[in-house]
């Protein structure tokens, strides 16, 4: 091996995931990540070893890389794989085309067009019925017929690291009395995994379950930050605004449906069944264990969540097919929240107005404080990772500190 890859590290030979990097002395520019080094792409690119138009790895984004099209995507990838297993290869006794990342600064990999939240785990959306709705008719009649989604502010998602404000609105503490605006007292985590399309669509196209994979580049990691209390005075009845769009975060490297592709899994069962346009074969679902942690203001982690992107009711390929279904067109970067994913388990809710029930069982912190959403100072991080037959592709992680409201 040209460079030493720690056992269990998240960026193994089987990962190879893309995004965009700095140091003091390089721009940013695209480059993979391999162990704890990236292997900057725009310096391999000098070797004259490419055989597309370098340029697009010298950008600040990757959309002009992915633009080229899976054909020459999968085979920089897989030239990657080859040359840092051949100790003769152009990678060899060429340190200077490698960067430790504990001394690179990672940007937002892609420019997002646009973006695309969904609803599609059956646990959450099951969850939250209970809460604000109906116990025993928890599901909304439309929701086991079409991957409900909405569209989402793709100007205020950032990249793991960057810190946000409390976010501020009008809230209804009181049935009984007027809104009041402040800060949130609700902000929420939504653990969520997020994926990039890779091709453009005319306006009046379609995408098919069948085409999904197609024009699907990668994955992420993604919190969708909520204001619960902003969101429950002003979701009625176009859904939600300022409770949603203050900030996003997703983990800087992209993991390519290529390198997923061993961990695909059945799905769960959908019934009724669904309409013929969001029919497919095949295995869709991908078994990537997931977790969250907390660590409060000059404390340590605490895990407070494990899930699996496996549980997802509505699989990538039924939520780009709906979105498209009325010729809606997609751009090359365009971001797809999955929605918050939580299993069965009370452990594997994926966001604290869940964890804590709505604030009626708070969780119990190490440094003997309670939790029943986040507070100023606490850091929020999500790491995912997939592992089977010895092979391990991780996501490494998003992570974001809370700042007080401003």
């Given at each position: 091996m040209i460079i030493n890859i720690p056992e269990n590290s998240d960026f193994s030979i089987h990962n190879i995931p893309f995004g965009i990097f700095s140091t003091q002395d390089r721009s940013p520019r695209a480059g993979v990540a391999v162990g704890e080094h990236i292997l900057d792409l725009a310096a391999v690119a000098e070797l004259d070893v490419f055989d597309f138009n370098t340029a697009v790895l010298e950008k600040e984004v990757l959309n002009d890389f992915i633009g080229l099209g899976k054909e020459i995507t999968k085979k920089v990838r897989r030239d990657i794989q080859l040359w840092l297993q051949d100790d003769t290869s152009i990678?060899?006794?060429k340190p200077e085309l490698?960067?430790?990342?504990?001394?690179?600064?990672?940007h937002m990999p892609v420019y997002v067009n646009d973006y695309t939240d969904f609803y599609s785990s059956i646990e959450h959306a099951t969850n939250v019925g209970k809460m604000f709705r109906d116990p025993e008719n928890a599901l909304l009649p439309n929701w086991k017929h079409i991957p409900v989604g909405y569209h989402g502010r793709a100007s205020s998602i950032v990249v793991s690291g960057e810190p946000i404000h409390r976010p501020k609105g009008q809230t209804k503490p009181k049935a009984e009395e007027p809104p009041v605006f402040g800060p949130t007292q609700r902000l929420d985590f939504e653990l969520e995994m997020g994926f990039i399309t890779g091709k453009n669509t005319a306006l009046g196209e379609s995408v098919?379950?069948?085409?999904a994979e197609d024009h699907i580049f990668g994955l992420v990691l993604f919190n969708d930050w909520s204001a619960r209390d902003i969101q429950k005075w002003e979701y009625v009845p176009l859904g939600p605004f300022l409770a949603k769009n203050f900030a996003s975060h997703i983990s800087p490297?992209?993991?390519?449906?290529?390198a997923l592709a061993p961990f695909k899994v059945h799905g769960p069962q959908q019934d009724p069944k669904v309409l013929p346009y969001l029919e497919y074969e095949g295995l869709k679902n991908y078994d990537i264990h997931l977790e969250v942690g907390i660590t409060p203001d000059n404390g340590s982690e605490q895990t407070v969540c494990k899930s699996n992107f496996k549980y997802m009711y509505w699989n990538m390929a039924q939520q780009l097919a709906h979105q498209t279904v009325n010729g809606c067109n997609i751009n090359i970067g365009d971001l797809y929240g999955s929605g918050t994913i939580s299993g069965k388990d009370e452990n594997s809710y994926g966001s604290m107005l869940e964890l804590a029930w709505m604030g009626t069982k708070p969780l119990k912190m190490k440094d003997g404080t309670e939790r029943k959403f986040i507070l100023d100072g606490d850091t929020v991080t999500m790491r995912g990772f997939a592992e089977k037959n010895g092979k391990r592709i991780g996501f490494g992680e998003v992570s974001t500190k809370i700042l007080p409201a401003k």
């Open positions: 990678l060899a006794n490698f960067v430790k990342r504990s001394e690179a600064q990672m098919s379950t069948a085409e490297w992209i993991v390519t449906l290529e």
